[in-house]
T-cell receptor, first 111, second 114 residues
Framework: RKEVEQDPGPFNVPEGATVAFNCTYS??????FFWYRQDCRKEPKLLMS???SGNEDGRFTAQLNRASQYISLLIRDSKLSDSATYLC????????????FGAGTRLFVKA | GAVVSQHPSRVICKSGTSVKIECRSL??????MFWYRQFPKQSLMLMAT?????????EQGVEKDKFLINHASLTLSTLTVTSAHPEDSSFYIC??????????FGPGTRLTVT
């Protein structure tokens, strides 16, 4: 089983739609969680951190479910510019602090 | 936000030569930097973790003698691809972590070995 698993997609949605991604992780000791966005042929950029209480940033909402070991990202009112690959990132709080990246979920928002 | 630069952004070299890639944290000190490789349409693959002042920790399957990493200061890490071959052609990305757990990525270096 992969340490971090994501549905690769692609998700094809029309503008204005709401879309949700899930990501599961296998290490129950994981402490820090993030969503990154990566555009084609570009480096990943931090989209948002994910807290136990959940957090919201504009049209984006991230949730963490420790009991089921998954995190989610909800995008409301999708824009064309949201088209990208969304990477789920998990950092175990152990020595070395190695960060584990999911393979990413591709999103295409169409007019 | 924190800024990480990478140089060069693009390099083409002949098979058998060595290429050095620099990664710099511009406005913060990074005790840990990471080097990743990404092939087209594939996910980021961690190659090694670089800690300032100590030897890098390489992931399984990554040859430490081929991919030389030096982290001489809190703001600079270098990756040298030695005796490059066409199969080393890839997108190499570094990232730097500040005191938190967030990572900030450099813009990447696209290496093409002919």
């Amino acid at each position: 089983r992969k340490e971090v698993e994501q549905d690769p997609g692609p998700f094809n949605v029309p503008e204005g739609a709401t879309v949700a991604f899930n990501c599961t992780y296998s290490n129950s000791a994981s402490q820090s969680f993030f969503w990154y966005r990566q555009d084609c042929r570009k480096e990943p950029k931090l989209l948002m951190s994910v807290y136990s209480s959940g957090n919201e940033d504009g049209r984006f909402t991230a949730q963490l479910n420790r009991a089921s070991q998954y995190i989610s990202l909800l995008i409301r009112d999708s824009k064309l510019s949201d088209s990208a690959t969304y990477l789920c990132v998990v950092t175990p709080n152990t020595g070395g602090f190695k960060t584990i990246f999911g393979a990413g979920t591709r999103l295409f928002v169409k007019a | 936000g924190a800024v990480v630069s990478q140089h060069p952004s693009r390099v083409i070299c002949k098979s058998g030569t060595s290429v050095k890639i620099e990664c710099r944290s511009l406005d913060f000190q990074a005790t840990t930097m990471f080097w990743y490789r990404q092939f087209p349409k594939q996910s980021l693959m961690l190659m090694a973790t670089s800690n300032e002042g100590s030897k890098a920790t390489y992931e399984q399957g990554v040859e430490k003698d081929k991919f030389l990493i030096n982290h001489a200061s809190l703001t600079l890490s270098t990756l040298t691809v030695t005796s490059a071959h066409p199969e080393d052609s890839s997108f190499y990305i570094c990232s730097a972590r500040d005191q938190g757990f967030e990572q900030y990525f450099g813009p990447g270096t696209r290496l093409t070995v002919t």
